[in-house]
């Protein structure tokens, strides 16, 4: 691991901190309420669809290569992981509609407005690759905390559920993505700190949709 990248994690920990006990409280209550963890997984199963998605998207041609087919084909599957765990924990087909997720407006947004501020902040001469390396390094060290909580509280729960080899996977983005962008010079530590703190807000957004969902649901 690059030194740039332990720097990044342990300042995208520090930032996270005061997000971990909510975060984990909010697994914990989705977890113990099956048919909500059904449409949870669903939701984060639509999440990593939108992120194939992109890569599909902005990647494809014949310049493509490999380490980007492998991302594609990982965060594929990893729609495919969430999408039959939570048919299977819903005893039925789940439709990525708003009756079978969880704040899905937000979530999307949560998505849609990273993705934007993002964009605007690229300098015009950047490499179209350093743009998708970025963006996606971001959103791994999301995707890393987020399912390391998940993971715990899944085991705590004693829930079939196993997140390790989509974690290990996860993982090795951010490690892959670190070492792609310091091969185009553009690992650039303030811009990815810059976007990791506009990143939390967003999800520190999404995170009460959820639990707003949740408080919903224990009232009604
Ligand atoms: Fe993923
Ligand atoms: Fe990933």
Same mark, same amino acid.
């Given at each position: 691991?690059? $030194? &740039? #990248? ?9 930032? !996270?901190?005061?997000? &971990? ?20 997984? !669903?939701?984060? $199963? ?15 041609? #014949? ?33 990525? !509609?708003?009756?079978? @997720?969880? &704040? ?6 949560? %998505?849609?407005? #990273? ?19 970025? @963006? ?12 390391? +909580? ?11 559920? $196993?997140?390790? $080899? ?11 993505? &670190?070492?792609?962008?310091?091969? %185009?010079?553009? *690992?650039?530590?303030?811009? *990815? ?12 957004? *999404?995170?009460?949709? %959820?639990?707003?969902?949740? !408080?919903?649901? +224990?009232?009604?």
């Amino acid at each position: 691991m690059s $030194s &740039a #990248l332990e720097l990044l994690v342990a300042a995208f920990e520090r930032d !996270n901190a005061p997000l &971990a006990a909510p975060t984990g409280a909010m697994l914990a209550d989705f977890i113990a309420d099956k048919r909500l963890h059904a449409r949870f997984m !669903n939701t984060l $199963s639509m999440l990593e669809h939108m992120g194939s998605h992109k890569i599909m998207a902005t990647q494809h041609g #014949l310049g493509i290569d490999q380490p980007t087919l492998k991302h594609l084909a990982e965060e594929t599957r990893h729609a495919f992981f969430f999408k039959r765990h939570a048919n299977r924990e819903a005893g039925r087909v789940l439709e990525y !509609n708003a009756a079978d @997720m969880v &704040a899905p407006l937000t979530a999307r947004r949560y %998505f849609q407005r #990273l993705e934007a501020e993002m964009v605007r902040a690229f300098p015009a001469a950047i490499h179209p690759r350093a743009v998708y390396l970025t @963006m996606s390094m971001v959103i791994e060290f999301r995707a890393v905390w987020g399912y390391r +909580l998940y993971q715990a509280a899944l085991v705590r729960a004693g829930n079939i559920v $196993s997140l390790k $080899s989509l974690l290990a996977e996860e993982n090795g983005h951010l490690a892959d993505m &670190a070492e792609r962008l310091a091969g %185009f010079g553009e *690992l650039d530590r303030d811009r *990815l700190r810059k976007f990791c703190v506009i990143e939390t807000a967003l999800y520190g957004r *999404l995170l009460a949709a %959820f639990i707003e969902t949740l !408080n919903y649901r +224990l009232a009604a």
